[in-house]
């Protein structure tokens, strides 16, 4: 397996403008995450899907945030209308339930992004 | 709600020094910690897992220790050496399967 594939790796846009952050995780993992990484906060969960379900969305700093699971080997992040304040570094990670305490997270590479 | 603390926030090392990162968490409920690796501008590469039922877990020149029920984790690195400098993160797993971070710790290992 290739394993978690985010893209874009780096997306600049402007303020106001709609971007969407895409991620394909590991095939056979049924929980995936999102993850927001900045130096003021560190990495910080957004929202995790099971099952293509969402689960947990209280990460969500605004409705300006939106995530969506349309099938097991796809997700996406949107932001609309971005804002400066976005910036930052977006994680998809990807792990099984069934591994039980051998759970093990696999993140992807991240997506950098820069709203000016 | 779980916490996650990673003491220190920065070290700087001597090639060759052997060191020891500290995590410690508020929950021992946990199913596992695990300890990830960052390089600047890179993604978060997984080092060692310890399961709760676990006490160490030893990779080349890592180990990692676990006390679940003090909430303390420690990643040891012996020998340090340049290419060892890095974010050092943990992570710890409950039964919701989701990661809980702590903040790292940055490490410089200079020549």
Redesign the interface.
């Known amino acids: 397996d290739a394993g978690v594939i985010q893209s874009p790796r780096h997306e600049v846009t402007e303020m106001g403008q709609e971007v969407t952050l895409r991620c394909k995780p590991i095939s056979g993992h049924d929980y995936l995450f999102w993850y927001r990484q900045t130096m003021m906060r560190g990495l910080e969960l957004l929202i995790y899907f099971n099952n293509n379900v969402p689960i947990d969305d209280s990460g969500m700093p605004e409705d300006r945030f939106s995530a969506k699971m349309p099938n097991a080997s796809f997700s996406t992040l949107k932001i609309q209308p971005s804002e400066p304040r976005d910036s930052a570094v977006y994680f998809c990670a990807s792990t099984t339930g069934a591994g039980g305490m051998n759970t093990e997270a696999f993140f992807g590479q991240g997506t950098r992004l820069t709203v000016v | 709600k779980q916490e996650v603390t990673q003491i220190p926030a920065a070290l700087s090392v001597p090639e060759g020094e052997n060191l020891v990162l500290n995590c410690s968490f508020t929950d021992s409920a946990i199913?596992?910690l695990?300890w990830?690796r960052q390089d600047p501008?890179?993604?978060?590469?997984?080092l060692l897992?310890i399961?709760?039922?676990q006490r160490e877990q030893t990779s080349g020149r890592l180990n990692a220790s676990l006390d679940k029920s003090s909430g303390r984790s420690t990643l040891y690195i012996a020998a340090s050496q340049p290419g060892d400098s890095a974010t050092y993160?943990c992570?710890v797993?409950g039964g919701s399967?989701?990661?809980?971070?702590?903040?790292?710790t940055s490490l410089i290992v200079h020549p």
């Open positions: 199913y596992n695990q990830f501008g890179k993604g978060l590469t997984s897992l399961q709760s039922s993160l992570a797993t399967y989701i990661p809980t971070f702590g903040r790292g």
